[in-house]
C-alpha cells in the first residue's frame, strides 16, 4: 500500500533559490527518511528523522516531520544545478515486519544555472 | 566500508526468455536484503525482502522470484519474462532494524 505521497511531483527553480519538498503518509511510523536519486541511477540516503523529532538538519538539508499531521517537509536551502535529482521520502511503519521501508513516487526537482 | 554491486548494469531480453540479476554485498554480515522494481518516472515497488540465507519474502505476487545463496548474496530471476518486467531494478541493503537502506547502481531491463 501507498505510504508516502511527496508533493510537488515536479519542481523547477534557479540556482540559489530554496526547494521545498512534502511529503504525507498515512500509518504511524518509526521514522521517516530522505532519499536522493540522480537520474538513471540508485538511490542515496540523504536524512533521516526519528518519530519523536520535530526537525533535523544536514549542511544545505532541513526536514521537519509533523506526526499530528503525518507529513514531513525536505528544505534544500541555496540550491546549486547538481541539485537535481529526484527525491523520495520512506517511511516504516510502525507496526510493520523488518523495518522495511514504504516510498512514495518522488517530486522530480530541476535547478537551472 | 561497505560496497554493494548489482550486474549487469542494462540488458535487453525477449519476451519468454529466463532472467538472472545478481547482488552482492561487502563489509557487513547477516545484513537483510532487498529487491525493489522501478517503473519510469515512479517509485519504487518492493518486490523481495530476506533476513538471512535461505529466507525470502515475497510483496508482490509476480512471475518472479528470489534468491539467498550466500549471506552477501541476493539473486532475482524469472523462467519466462513479460513486457510488463521491463524497469529500473534496485537491491538494497539494511543493517538489521537500523533503519537506512543502502542501494546498489541499478539494473536497467528492456523486455522486447
Known amino acids: 500500500s501507498q505510504q ?4 510537488p ?6 540556482e540559489g533559490e530554496n526547494a521545498t519538498m512534502n511529503c504525507s503518509y498515512k500509518t504511524s511510523i518509526n521514522n521517516l527518511q530522505w532519499y536522493r536519486q540522480n537520474s538513471g541511477r540508485g538511490l542515496v540516503h540523504l536524512i533521516l528523522i526519528r518519530s519523536n523529532e520535530r526537525e533535523k538538519h544536514s549542511g544545505r538539508l532541513r526536514v521537519t516531520l509533523d506526526t499530528s499531521k503525518k507529513s514531513s517537509s ?3 536551502t541555496a540550491s546549486r544545478a547538481a541539485d537535481t535529482a529526484s527525491y523520495f521520502c520512506a517511511t516504516d511503519e510502525a507496526k510493520g515486519s523488518q523495518g522495511n521501508l514504504i516510498f512514495g513516487k518522488g517530486t522530480k526537482l530541476s535547478v537551472k544555472p | 566500508s561497505q560496497t554493494i554491486h548489482q550486474w549487469p548494469a542494462t540488458l535487453v531480453q525477449p519476451v ?5 540479476l545478481e547482488c552482492t554485498v561487502e563489509g557487513t554480515s547477516n545484513p537483510n536484503l532487498y529487491w525493489y522494481r522501478q517503473a519510469a ?4 515497488q ?3 525482502y530476506s533476513v538471512g540465507i535461505g529466507q525470502i519474502s515475497s510483496e508482490v505476487p509476480q512471475n518472479l522470484s528470489a534468491s539467498r545463496p550466500q549471506d552477501r548474496q541476493f539473486i532475482l530471476s524469472s523462467k519466462k519474462l ?3 518486467d521491463s524497469g529500473f531494478y534496485l537491491c538494497a541493503w539494511m543493517s538489521g532494524r537500523a ?7 541499478g539494473t536497467r531491463l528492456t523486455v522486447l
Do not use: K, N, V, W
Not at chain 1, 508516502?4 to 508533493?7: I, M, Q, V
Not at chain 1, 511531483?9 to 534557479?14: G, K, M, P
Open chain 2, 41 to 44: 518516472g515512479r517509485g519504487l
Open chain 1, 9 to 14: 511531483q515536479a519542481l523547477s527553480i534557479q
Open chain 2, 99 to 105: 533503519g537506512t537502506q543502502y542501494f546498489g547502481p
Open chain 1, 4 to 7: 508516502g505521497e511527496e508533493d
Open chain 2, 16 to 20: 519468454g526468455s529466463p532472467l538472472s
Open chain 2, 82 to 84: 513479460l513486457l510488463s
Open chain 2, 46 to 48: 518492493l518486490l523481495f
Open chain 1, 74 to 76: 525536505l528544505l534544500i
